[in-house]
């Protein structure tokens, strides 16, 4: 089939058929442009709806109601580890606060068992002040310097209160205390080793590494004979 020759009515008749179709298709193109535009400016007025009403309230609503992770780190401006929230290596939950070395200068742990235990830690790692709760409700203080305690305060599930008072090599060298009747006990040591009385007192625990709960109660003097 031979095409027709120009300027002749049916090439003019097939060029009008062209333009009509081109012409056609620019509106639909012109048309889904102007729905993309609404679809747009719909979803730009609905954020700043949400921002306008979220804002007096504290952005609450971009705010999860939860967020569920193994551990979190805390890090500073300078992206050193601050801080960590997350579970330990034997089971515990913990909260370490660090300084500026990374050095953890604070422990929080809460057992499985139900012991938990907070220690202050100082910059040779050795902890300073222990202090944790038992299962059995018991709860212990330690005061410790240089890895050795120095001091245990404690109260017993039966209601006795006792204070053990060490020299720096960690020996026991006085200690103080009320059990659950009321009867105060009181137990010094002299400078040879010696004691004064005949009451029996055990040496102080040592403070734990990683939390006062694995610190056990001190045990109570006895009454000294008269």
Same mark, same amino acid.
């Given at each position: 089939?031979?095409?027709?020759?120009?300027?002749?009515?049916?090439?003019?008749?097939?060029?009008?058929? =062209?333009?009509? !179709?081109?012409? =056609? !298709?620019? &509106?639909?193109?012109?048309? @889904?442009?102007?729905?993309?535009?609404?679809?747009? /400016?719909?979803?730009?007025?609905?954020?700043?709806?949400?921002?306008?009403?979220?804002?007096?309230?504290?952005?609450?609503? @971009?705010?999860?109601? !939860?967020? $569920?992770?193994?551990? @979190?780190?805390?890090?500073? /401006?300078?992206?050193?580890?601050?801080?960590?929230?997350?579970?330990?290596?034997?089971?515990?939950? $913990?909260?370490?606060?660090?300084?500026?070395?990374?050095?953890?200068?604070?422990?929080? =742990? &809460?057992?499985?068992?139900?012991?938990?235990?907070?220690?202050?830690?100082?910059?040779?790692? $050795?902890?300073?002040?222990?202090?944790? %709760?038992?299962?059995?409700?018991? +709860?212990?203080?330690?005061?410790? !310097?240089?890895?050795?305690?120095?001091?245990?305060?404690?109260?017993?599930? +039966?209601?006795?209160?006792?204070?053990? @008072?060490?020299?720096?090599?960690?020996?026991?060298? /006085?200690?103080?205390? %009320?059990? $659950?009747?009321?009867?105060?006990?009181? +137990?010094?040591?002299?400078? &040879?080793?010696?004691?004064?009385?005949?009451?029996?007192?055990?040496?102080?625990?040592?403070?734990?590494?990683?939390?006062?709960? /694995?610190?056990?109660?001190?045990? =109570?003097?006895?009454?000294?004979?008269?």
């Amino acid at each position: 089939m031979t095409a027709p020759a120009p300027d002749t009515p049916e090439s003019l008749k097939s060029l009008t058929k =062209r333009l009509e !179709e081109a012409e =056609r !298709e620019s &509106v639909r193109v012109r048309r @889904f442009g102007l729905v993309l535009m609404a679809c747009g /400016a719909a979803i730009v007025g609905l954020m700043a709806a949400l921002i306008l009403v979220g804002y007096p309230r504290g952005m609450g609503v @971009f705010t999860p109601t !939860e967020v $569920q992770a193994r551990r @979190f780190v805390i890090r500073d /401006a300078w992206g050193r580890t601050r801080g960590l929230v997350g579970m330990s290596e034997d089971g515990a939950s $913990q909260i370490l606060l660090s300084d500026t070395a990374g050095r953890p200068r604070l422990r929080l =742990r &809460v057992y499985g068992d139900g012991s938990s235990g907070v220690s202050l830690v100082d910059g040779a790692n $050795q902890p300073r002040l222990v202090l944790g %709760v038992l299962p059995d409700q018991s +709860t212990t203080m330690v005061l410790a !310097e240089s890895g050795k305690t120095r001091a245990v305060f404690g109260l017993t599930p +039966t209601g006795a209160a006792t204070m053990l @008072f060490a020299d720096r090599k960690g020996v026991t060298k /006085a200690g103080l205390g %009320v059990d $659950q009747h009321g009867l105060g006990t009181l +137990t010094l040591v002299d400078r &040879v080793g010696g004691r004064v009385d005949d009451g029996a007192m055990d040496d102080p625990p040592a403070p734990s590494s990683d939390s006062a709960a /694995a610190a056990p109660a001190p045990a =109570r003097a006895k009454k000294p004979n008269r």
